[in-house]
């Protein structure tokens, strides 16, 4: 062919030739259409199963134990019923749920609860709170006693002598399982040092009380003398009088826990014989405090007992209506000492 010679035109594919293509042209695009809407749905369902109520019927506790893979864990849900799919449950994790570790621990799941918001538990830690309270008064053999049977502690308590009496501080404590018990020990002990810490730097001026730990042990015969949170200043202002003027503090309380053992507190009526024993808690043969607390005094008991009221009561007795009659002179405390017998035997007489 030489240069002068014209091209030759493109020769266009048979018309056969031209259905085909276009064919395989058309059936490519259907089948990316319909992988795009089978993805699109499968996108939305997998959503749809992440956010949508869930199949859980009524509130169920699950406990995650430590080292439990995310697959282990949704194994565990799925086992709960708290979700439907285990392993839908475990694509959610990897694709849709944000990037953080579920923790261990025990976790209460409410009925219904979302895949997306069991997830965010587990991963915020949102475990079981528990609740152990410690009554005011309660030595510490009794508050140990409580420890003891809390669900959900582990461990043992430790020995009341390695405690100490008064060392505790009565209150309310929230606790997640496999808590030890010595460290809620331990928590009681720093809440009853910070609490008296506190209030020694807010007490009254010229008190009979040299320091903090005196304050517990006024504080803890205030706690068992009245359950009435009321007159927890008066009964301190009777006590506080008393040490002043050099008085015996004569106090039934400390005379009973002089006579408790090992194997439990004194429970017995108080007798003539048991106040004329002498031992180192007998504040009616003995001045001053006794040498330690008898109890576990609440944050009140020791407030009043750094701050009592100011009245020139030196005696009290009970009247009969869960309170206490108080007296400035023996005689008018003999009278209310007589009223307080007569109520005694009209209670004796109806029986």
């Known amino acids: 062919m030489s240069a002068s010679d014209p091209l030759p ?86 694709f849709l749920a944000d990037a953080r570790p579920l923790r261990a621990g025990e976790y209460e799941f409410p009925a219904g609860i979302s895949l997306q918001a069991a997830i965010a538990k587990l991963q915020d830690g949102d475990t079981v709170v528990r609740r152990v309270t410690i009554a005011e008064g309660l030595t510490t053999r009794e508050a140990l006693g409580t420890l003891s049977l809390a669900n959900g502690l582990v461990g043992m308590v430790p020995e009341p002598n390695d405690v100490g009496e008064g060392t505790l501080l009565p209150e309310t404590y929230h606790y997640s399982l496999g808590d030890t018990r010595a460290e809620l020990v331990a928590r009681m002990q720093a809440a009853m040092d910070e609490t008296v810490a506190r209030l020694w730097d807010a007490r009254a001026e010229g008190l009979p009380i040299k320091s903090p730990e005196e304050a517990v042990v006024l504080a803890s015969i205030i706690e068992r003398e009245t359950a009435v949170p009321s007159e927890r200043p008066m009964v301190a202002s009777v006590f506080v009088n008393r040490l002043k003027r050099g008085m015996r503090l004569q106090s039934d309380p400390t005379v009973a826990y002089g006579f408790s053992t090992d194997e439990g507190e004194f429970s017995g009526r108080l007798l003539f014989r048991h106040l004329e024993t002498d031992h180192p808690y007998n504040t009616y043969t003995r001045d001053g405090l006794p040498p330690g607390p008898i109890a576990n005094p609440g944050a009140e008991s020791i407030a009043a007992a750094l701050n009592p009221a100011a009245t020139d009561y030196l005696y009290f007795v009970a009247d009969g209506t869960g309170g206490h009659a108080f007296a400035k002179t023996l005689a008018e405390h003999n009278r209310n000492v007589a009223k307080w017998r007569r109520i005694q035997r009209e209670r004796r007489g109806a029986q």
Do not use: H, K
């Not at 259907?30 to 019927?57: C, E, H, K, S, W």
């Not at 194994?75 to 839908?88: H, T, W």
């Open 9 to 94: 035109e493109p020769s266009e594919p048979p018309r056969g030739a031209r259905r085909r293509i276009g064919w395989f042209v058309s059936l490519l695009l259907f089948l990316l259409i319909a992988l795009g809407t089978v993805a699109g749905g499968a996108i939305v369902m997998l959503n749809r199963a992440y956010t949508d109520p869930g199949p859980l019927a009524e509130t169920t506790v699950v406990v995650i134990p430590d080292g439990a893979s995310g697959q282990q864990i949704m194994q565990r849900l799925g086992d709960s019923g708290v979700v439907a799919d285990p392993r839908l449950a475990r694509v959610s994790l990897r």
